[in-house]
């Protein structure tokens, strides 16, 4: 068994580190061979965890596939290394008030959101314009200097930092709002507008921004459109693909694609833009964004609900939608241990104090007519409370209470990872179909045990569950965390669910997209990316290692 | 429209007194437009008994010593034994409605109200009171008037089951003729202004530009 272990974890390796090098040509890692041995040793794999207790040595060993690639992943040393002629160059493009060489400054910058990632970049460049970028990139791709877009750092698969010492370009400088049409709602802006800075500026017009998550204080709109954010409202407003109506593009050579149309349909040959929304930055950089946006409507309703098992909060699901029809605008669950841990740690009391159900639900309208809007949540209520679905809940009465119960939703990513207080945390976030979404919870809590605590929230209304596995620390080389990886991916997998919703896949899962797509789809991507990027500069290590 | 949160504490802590046993009936009542039958279905949510509503052509001529006026006129009919009002409105932030109505029913009043404790034998109330120089503990006798500040409670959320029943709860409409209360406009609001918008900073480049500012633009030195 030994023997046969350490035999793929070499082959495992020299697969990954570097190109093959009969394919010259190609730039792209050659990692089928790799997959192929993935594949056969996990099945294998999963074989032996049902035999052997974690833990033992030789286990450790053998899971040298699972782990993320964090610990695998070598320094492609076709990238150049920087030097002072470089810098000098840059420094030409973006001047003095562009170029970061401060540690502190570069130790923020090089850090995720969730303190998991750390890379270590010498540099960040902060481009005033489109142009700018382009020079960027053009430069960037001549020498081989490898390249990380950074928005608002605020992703949580590791995509927005360097995994060793690709320069930063962040596009936070590049936060103008360029115009915005009041009849068609069209809001056309650069890539590094804060999505609540948007927002705002849409309120005061009467519109809104169709996309809402906890990170809007500090996510740009270049990295919500990069990684296809799906966030609170995707069940009312659709998803960015949707959304956005047209995106100027940096491409890696530094051609400037200029596709920002502000036209609400235009059928006019291939829709390019798609590809760069949820690209992750690895196909483009993107500097501009077109959006339609809804208009703001005043009646908004949010309930707090608890209900008892997960059966019911499906069929909660089916009478809101029929009930609430066209003014529900975001469905969304928390259980009881993910709750008990925010009301601990966030300083916010409990909605419910009398309440001691397993599932807790937040469900809000947002309609044109209040009094209409209150006689359909009047109705709603009154139906699942005789139907016994809800046990307890509340209405929020105001506006206070409407933000608390939002902040009780969102503090698993705005209060509890940033400030250390729910230890480390391993998220995954999975598209799974509703009716299996909570067995997945259950089956590894039973699997860890009391070794780390399984937290679940999510879209319930999109079938995303939010899973979030809090320890000491980060430590893969800890035994419960065996339990969890790759067996949460083949689980997935295994019921024709996604491994990343709308997280994306950016380091963390950069080895994971087999699970959720096939290798035909897997061999078009990596074609479309040695297309767009031949030397490979944009965002390396991520999306498709 | 929402509630304001110093009343809020005071139905908050109306309803604790009622669960104590030491009041029968908590009678929740707002004064305007139309609007405040929905505040009043808050106050009904959170477990009021019933709400009354004193109905105004226009909220915004309700200056406190109006309000008190009608509030005496109604305690006259209802006959409570304590008044519990927020200790001010978040609109007009005049602190005032609390003390003229004491002054005008005669009764004693305890304001600012971070503790409130009804006598065994309903007879006397004793208020913790926060003032400049910390706690004044104070007893009164009953009827009397309460203010309720920040730290006395945390109002609870209005469950489910309690927003049902308030739909069946009544609210009994009056109009202060009804009441026989003139309204005057004994105050006369000459001008309301936004503060002066607080100028952006300016980020300066180098330390060098900083002193430069702060020597000809600023005028430090």
């Known amino acids: 068994m030994n023997k046969r272990c350490t035999l793929l974890t070499r082959l495992s390796i020299r697969a990954r580190s570097t190109g093959d090098e009969e394919n010259s040509s190609s730039t792209t890692l050659d990692t089928s061979r790799y997959t192929f041995f993935f594949h056969e040793f996990s099945l294998s794999f999963q074989n032996l965890i049902a035999r052997v207790s974690p833990g033992k040595k030789w286990l450790e060993n053998c899971r040298a596939y699972s782990v993320p690639a964090s610990s695998k992943v070598v320094r492609d040393e076709r990238f150049a290394t920087l030097d002072d002629q470089d810098i000098k160059h840059f420094s030409g493009i973006v001047g003095s008030k562009g170029l970061v060489v401060d540690k502190d400054e570069l130790e923020v910058a090089n850090t995720d959101w969730m303190r998991k990632f750390k890379g270590s970049a010498q540099l960040l460049l902060r481009p005033q314009s489109s142009n700018q970028v382009a020079e960027i990139l053009k430069y960037s791709s001549s020498r081989r200097i490898a390249v990380v877009p950074q928005g608002g750092n605020t992703g949580l698969v590791g995509g927005s930092v360097p995994v060793f010492d690709e320069v930063i370009v962040n596009l936070g400088a590049m936060n103008s709002i ?4 009041e009849v068609s709602g069209i809001l056309i802006c650069e890539a590094g507008c804060i999505l609540e800075t948007l927002d705002k500026f849409l309120a005061d017009k009467g519109f809104m921004f169709p996309l809402d998550l906890g990170a809007k204080g500090s996510c740009q709109i270049g990295g919500n459109v990069s990684t296809n954010a799906g966030g609170l409202r995707l069940i009312r407003y659709g998803s960015l693909h949707g959304n956005i109506l047209g995106l100027e593009v940096v491409l890696s050579d530094g051609t400037i694609l200029d596709m920002l149309s502000s036209l609400r349909k235009d059928n006019t040959g291939y829709d390019l833009k798609q590809l760069f929304i949820g690209a992750e930055g690895t196909l483009g950089v993107v500097t501009k964004v077109a959006v339609l946006t809804p208009q703001k409507l005043p009646s908004v309703n949010v309930g707090f609900l608890a209900c008892t098992d997960y059966t019911s909060c499906q069929k909660m699901l089916l009478e809101a939608r029929k009930h609430l029809g066209e003014v529900l605008s975001a469905f969304e669950f928390i259980d009881s241990f993910a709750l008990d841990m925010v009301l601990k740690h966030s300083g916010h009391r409990h909605p419910l104090p009398d309440a001691k159900e397993k599932f807790y639900l937040l469900i809000e309208t947002t309609g044109s007519n209040q009094s209409h809007d209150k006689e359909k949540l009047d109705n709603f209520v009154e139906t699942v409370l005789t139907q016994g679905l ?3 809940g509340t209405i929020a009465q105001d506006n206070t209470q409407i933000s608390n119960f939002w902040h009780i939703r969102e ?3 705005l209060q509890l990872p940033p400030l250390g207080k729910a230890g480390a945390v391993y998220k995954y976030d999975l598209s799974i179909p509703i009716k299996d979404l909570y067995n997945l919870v259950e089956i ?5 045990g009391g070794l780390a605590t399984v937290v679940a929230y999510g879209h319930l209304g999109d079938g995303n569950l939010h899973l979030n596995i809090s320890a000491p620390d980060y430590d893969e080389k800890a035994s419960f965390f065996f339990q969890i990886e790759p067996f949460v991916y083949e689980w997935t997998a295994a ?15 950069a080895h994971a997209i087999h699970y ?24 390396p290590y991520k999306v498709i290692a | 429209m929402s509630m304001n949160p110093f009343c809020e504490i005071a139905v908050e802590e109306a309803l604790r007194i009622k ?49 008190a006026k009608l509030l005496q006129a109604l305690v006259s009919s209802e006959q409570p034994r304590l008044l519990l009002l927020g200790k001010q409105a978040i609109d007009d932030d005049c602190n005032q409605t609390g003390q003229m109505v004491a002054g005008l029913l005669g009764w004693p009043q305890a304001t600012f109200a971070s503790k409130v404790s009804i006598s065994d034998d309903k007879e006397s109330v004793c208020v913790e009171r926060e003032v400049d120089g910390g706690i004044e503990t104070i007893q009164l006798q009953l009827p009397a008037v309460v203010t309720a500040d920040l730290r006395l409670n945390t109002p609870r959320y209005a469950t489910l089951p309690n927003i049902m029943k308030a739909k069946k709860k009544s609210i009994q409409r009056v109009t202060p003729e009804e009441l026989n209360v003139v309204i005057g406009s004994d105050l006369e609001v000459l001008e309301v202004t936004e503060p002066p918008k607080r100028k952006a900073g300016v980020m ?8 430069d500012k702060l020597k000809n633009e600023a005028r430090v030195f």
Do not use: Y
Request: aromatic share 4%; proline share 3%; glycine share 10%.
């Open chain 1, 390 to 392: 809800v046990v307890d």
């Open chain 1, 411 to 413: 503090a698993w990513f």
């Open chain 1, 516 to 539: 959720s797509r096939s290798p035909e789809t897997v061999e078009l991507m990596r074609k479309m990316k040695a297309m767009l990027d031949p030397n490979g500069i944009l965002n």
């Open chain 1, 444 to 448: 590894l809590r039973e699997r860890l």
């Open chain 1, 495 to 509: 019921h024709k669910g996604s491994v990343s919703a709308e997280h994306g896949l950016g380091f963390m899962k």
């Open chain 2, 19 to 67: 669960e104590a046993g030491r009041a029968s009936e908590v009678v929740v009542v707002s004064m305007g437009g139309e609007q405040c039958v929905e505040t009043i279905r808050t106050g009904l949510a959170m477990g009021a008994d019933r709400g009354l509503h004193v109905i105004t052509q226009d909220s915004s001529s309700l200056f406190p010593l109006a309000v």
């Open chain 2, 204 to 211: 300066v480049a180098s330390v060098d530009e900083l002193l």
């Open chain 1, 178 to 181: 360029i115009s915005f049409d």
